[in-house]
Protein backbone atom coordinates (compact mmCIF):
# COMPACT_ATOMS: atom_id res chain seq x y z
CA UNK A 1 0.00 0.00 0.00
CA UNK A 2 1.30 3.05 -1.17
CA UNK A 3 2.57 5.58 1.91
CA UNK A 4 3.67 8.91 2.82
CA UNK A 5 7.01 8.98 4.39
CA UNK A 6 8.61 11.48 6.50
CA UNK A 7 12.30 12.11 7.94
CA UNK A 8 14.16 12.36 10.58
CA UNK A 9 11.57 10.64 12.89
CA UNK A 10 13.28 12.49 15.76
CA UNK A 11 15.09 15.23 15.62
CA UNK A 12 16.68 17.53 18.29
CA UNK A 13 17.61 20.85 18.13
CA UNK A 14 18.96 24.15 20.35
CA UNK A 15 16.18 26.90 20.61
CA UNK A 16 16.87 29.44 17.48
CA UNK A 17 18.51 26.67 15.18
CA UNK A 18 17.01 26.41 11.56
CA UNK A 19 15.21 22.80 10.90
CA UNK A 20 14.12 20.88 7.76
CA UNK A 21 11.20 18.44 8.11
CA UNK A 22 11.06 16.29 4.83
CA UNK A 23 8.10 14.81 3.22
CA UNK A 24 7.71 12.28 0.32
CA UNK A 25 4.04 12.23 -0.58
CA UNK A 26 1.98 9.63 -2.63
CA UNK A 27 3.13 9.71 -6.29
CA UNK A 28 -0.19 10.62 -7.81
CA UNK A 29 -1.16 12.63 -4.76
CA UNK A 30 -1.30 16.35 -5.94
CA UNK A 31 -2.51 18.12 -2.34
CA UNK A 32 -0.01 18.00 0.74
CA UNK A 33 -0.24 19.07 3.98
CA UNK A 34 1.48 19.68 7.25
CA UNK A 35 -0.25 19.30 10.74
CA UNK A 36 1.21 19.23 14.20
CA UNK A 37 0.50 17.65 17.57
CA UNK A 38 2.04 18.73 20.52
CA UNK A 39 2.16 16.11 23.34
CA UNK A 40 -1.29 15.51 24.73
CA UNK A 41 -2.81 17.95 22.57
CA UNK A 42 -5.15 17.87 19.49
CA UNK A 43 -3.84 17.37 16.09
CA UNK A 44 -3.50 20.53 14.09
CA UNK A 45 -3.43 22.11 10.93
CA UNK A 46 -0.73 23.86 9.55
CA UNK A 47 -0.53 24.15 6.08
CA UNK A 48 -2.47 23.12 2.78
CA UNK A 49 -0.23 23.30 -0.47
CA UNK A 50 -1.29 22.66 -4.19
CA UNK A 51 0.37 23.58 -7.61
CA UNK A 52 3.33 24.68 -5.93
CA UNK A 53 1.31 27.58 -3.69
CA UNK A 54 0.38 27.35 0.11
CA UNK A 55 -3.78 26.87 -0.32
CA UNK A 56 -4.65 27.49 3.39
CA UNK A 57 -2.74 28.32 6.27
CA UNK A 58 -3.18 28.02 9.89
CA UNK A 59 -2.46 31.25 12.49
CA UNK A 60 0.16 28.93 14.00
CA UNK A 61 1.87 29.06 10.54
CA UNK A 62 3.54 32.31 11.47
CA UNK A 63 6.82 33.76 9.26
CA UNK A 64 9.05 31.40 11.07
CA UNK A 65 7.45 28.29 8.59
CA UNK A 66 7.64 27.89 4.82
CA UNK A 67 6.98 24.77 3.03
CA UNK A 68 8.37 24.06 -0.28
CA UNK A 69 8.40 21.35 -2.97
CA UNK A 70 11.94 21.34 -4.04
CA UNK A 71 11.49 18.59 -7.19
CA UNK A 72 8.53 16.22 -7.95
CA UNK A 73 9.24 14.30 -4.63
CA UNK A 74 9.82 15.83 -1.66
CA UNK A 75 7.45 18.35 0.57
CA UNK A 76 9.30 20.18 3.51
CA UNK A 77 8.52 22.09 6.37
CA UNK A 78 10.94 24.44 7.46
CA UNK A 79 11.35 26.52 10.56
CA UNK A 80 13.65 28.81 10.81
CA UNK A 81 14.27 29.88 13.93
CA UNK A 82 13.45 27.32 16.61
CA UNK A 83 11.38 27.52 19.47
CA UNK A 84 10.50 25.89 22.66
CA UNK A 85 7.17 25.95 21.89
CA UNK A 86 7.69 23.93 18.73
CA UNK A 87 8.43 21.00 20.13
CA UNK A 88 5.76 18.47 18.49
CA UNK A 89 5.14 16.26 16.12
CA UNK A 90 4.63 17.11 13.03
CA UNK A 91 2.55 14.86 10.06
CA UNK A 92 2.77 15.64 6.12
CA UNK A 93 -0.18 14.53 4.82
CA UNK A 94 -1.00 14.39 1.20
CA UNK A 95 -4.48 13.56 -0.97
CA UNK A 96 -5.17 13.40 -4.42
CA UNK A 97 -8.46 15.03 -4.59
CA UNK A 98 -9.11 18.57 -3.02
CA UNK A 99 -12.15 17.93 -1.56
CA UNK A 100 -14.67 19.27 -4.29
CA UNK A 101 -16.51 16.51 -4.07
CA UNK A 102 -15.42 15.66 -0.04
CA UNK A 103 -13.95 12.68 -0.87
CA UNK A 104 -10.96 14.47 0.78
CA UNK A 105 -9.15 10.98 2.02
CA UNK A 106 -5.68 11.83 3.59
CA UNK A 107 -2.83 9.45 4.44
CA UNK A 108 -0.65 10.95 7.09
CA UNK A 109 3.15 10.17 7.72
CA UNK A 110 4.20 8.46 10.83
CA UNK A 111 5.35 11.90 11.61
CA UNK A 112 8.99 13.84 12.90
CA UNK A 113 9.32 14.10 16.24
CA UNK A 114 10.72 17.58 16.65
CA UNK A 115 12.37 18.60 20.41
CA UNK A 116 13.99 22.07 20.92
CA UNK A 117 15.99 22.25 23.76
CA UNK B 1 -17.31 22.98 8.73
CA UNK B 2 -19.92 21.07 11.68
CA UNK B 3 -18.59 20.78 14.57
CA UNK B 4 -18.41 17.21 16.30
CA UNK B 5 -19.00 15.75 19.74
CA UNK B 6 -17.86 12.74 20.72
CA UNK B 7 -17.12 10.72 24.25
CA UNK B 8 -13.67 11.43 25.44
CA UNK B 9 -13.32 7.92 26.42
CA UNK B 10 -15.15 3.81 25.60
CA UNK B 11 -13.87 0.45 26.64
CA UNK B 12 -15.00 -2.67 24.81
CA UNK B 13 -14.12 -6.59 25.07
CA UNK B 14 -11.77 -7.89 22.34
CA UNK B 15 -14.06 -9.87 20.00
CA UNK B 16 -16.99 -7.74 20.49
CA UNK B 17 -18.58 -5.06 18.15
CA UNK B 18 -17.57 -1.52 19.09
CA UNK B 19 -20.27 1.30 18.51
CA UNK B 20 -18.49 4.60 18.91
CA UNK B 21 -21.01 7.15 18.26
CA UNK B 22 -20.87 11.06 16.68
CA UNK B 23 -22.79 14.07 17.08
CA UNK B 24 -23.33 16.80 14.28
CA UNK B 25 -26.43 18.52 15.07
CA UNK B 26 -25.52 21.32 12.70
CA UNK B 27 -24.01 19.43 10.01
CA UNK B 28 -24.82 21.44 6.41
CA UNK B 29 -26.01 19.25 3.21
CA UNK B 30 -23.05 19.10 1.85
CA UNK B 31 -20.76 18.04 4.86
CA UNK B 32 -19.18 14.52 4.67
CA UNK B 33 -19.02 12.97 7.71
CA UNK B 34 -14.92 11.31 8.12
CA UNK B 35 -13.66 9.40 10.59
CA UNK B 36 -9.92 9.09 11.03
CA UNK B 37 -7.98 6.79 14.20
CA UNK B 38 -4.27 7.53 15.68
CA UNK B 39 -2.55 4.94 17.61
CA UNK B 40 -0.33 5.58 20.26
CA UNK B 41 0.91 8.99 18.26
CA UNK B 42 1.18 7.65 14.99
CA UNK B 43 0.05 9.24 12.04
CA UNK B 44 -4.01 9.50 12.11
CA UNK B 45 -4.97 6.75 9.73
CA UNK B 46 -8.32 7.08 7.47
CA UNK B 47 -11.30 4.58 7.99
CA UNK B 48 -14.11 5.68 6.58
CA UNK B 49 -16.38 8.16 5.20
CA UNK B 50 -19.75 9.29 4.18
CA UNK B 51 -22.64 11.52 3.07
CA UNK B 52 -26.20 10.20 3.61
CA UNK B 53 -25.69 6.48 3.19
CA UNK B 54 -24.79 3.69 5.41
CA UNK B 55 -21.04 2.97 4.62
CA UNK B 56 -18.94 -0.03 4.68
CA UNK B 57 -15.63 -1.00 4.23
CA UNK B 58 -13.20 -3.41 5.09
CA UNK B 59 -12.40 -1.96 8.63
CA UNK B 60 -15.53 -0.45 9.48
CA UNK B 61 -19.40 0.45 9.05
CA UNK B 62 -20.43 4.09 9.17
CA UNK B 63 -23.91 4.26 10.08
CA UNK B 64 -25.83 8.22 9.67
CA UNK B 65 -29.22 8.95 11.11
CA UNK B 66 -31.69 9.86 8.58
CA UNK B 67 -31.29 13.27 9.62
CA UNK B 68 -27.69 13.46 9.61
CA UNK B 69 -27.27 14.93 13.01
CA UNK B 70 -25.02 12.07 14.16
CA UNK B 71 -23.58 9.15 12.94
CA UNK B 72 -22.18 5.41 14.46
CA UNK B 73 -18.82 3.85 13.74
CA UNK B 74 -18.92 0.51 14.44
CA UNK B 75 -16.15 -1.95 14.00
CA UNK B 76 -17.18 -5.35 14.32
CA UNK B 77 -14.85 -7.86 16.06
CA UNK B 78 -13.01 -5.23 17.89
CA UNK B 79 -9.36 -6.31 18.10
CA UNK B 80 -6.52 -5.14 20.80
CA UNK B 81 -5.39 -3.33 17.91
CA UNK B 82 -8.16 -1.13 17.48
CA UNK B 83 -7.19 0.64 20.88
CA UNK B 84 -6.97 4.13 19.55
CA UNK B 85 -8.01 7.61 19.36
CA UNK B 86 -11.13 8.07 17.07
CA UNK B 87 -11.76 11.18 15.56
CA UNK B 88 -15.03 12.10 13.75
CA UNK B 89 -14.85 15.14 11.56
CA UNK B 90 -17.10 16.82 9.11
CA UNK B 91 -15.79 18.19 6.01
CA UNK B 92 -17.73 20.50 3.22
CA UNK B 93 -14.82 20.02 0.79
CA UNK B 94 -14.84 23.08 -1.57
CA UNK B 95 -12.12 26.02 -1.29
CA UNK B 96 -11.74 24.46 2.53
CA UNK B 97 -8.46 21.92 2.38
CA UNK B 98 -8.06 21.13 5.95
CA UNK B 99 -9.73 18.50 8.42
CA UNK B 100 -10.06 19.68 11.39
CA UNK B 101 -9.21 17.44 14.21
CA UNK B 102 -11.15 17.37 18.05
CA UNK B 103 -10.53 15.36 21.02
CA UNK B 104 -11.61 12.54 20.03
CA UNK B 105 -12.88 9.13 21.61
CA UNK B 106 -10.19 6.83 23.59
CA UNK B 107 -11.35 3.48 22.61
CA UNK B 108 -9.55 1.02 24.83
CA UNK B 109 -10.17 -2.83 24.02
CA UNK B 110 -9.75 -5.13 26.55
CA UNK B 111 -8.79 -8.76 26.36
Known amino acids: EPEVTQTPSHQVTQMGQEVILRCVPISNHLYFYWYRQILGQKVEFLVS????????KSEIFDDQFSVERPDGSNFTLKIRSTKLEDSAMYFCASSRDRGRTGANVLTFGAGSRLTVL | DAKTTQPPSMDCAEGRAANLPCNHS???????VYWYRQIHSQGPQYIIH???NNETNEMASLIITEDRKSSTLILPHATLRDTAVYYCISYSGGSNYKLTFGKGTLLTVNP
Open chain 1, 49 to 56: FYNNEISE
Open chain 2, 50 to 52: GLK
Open chain 2, 26 to 32: TISGNEY
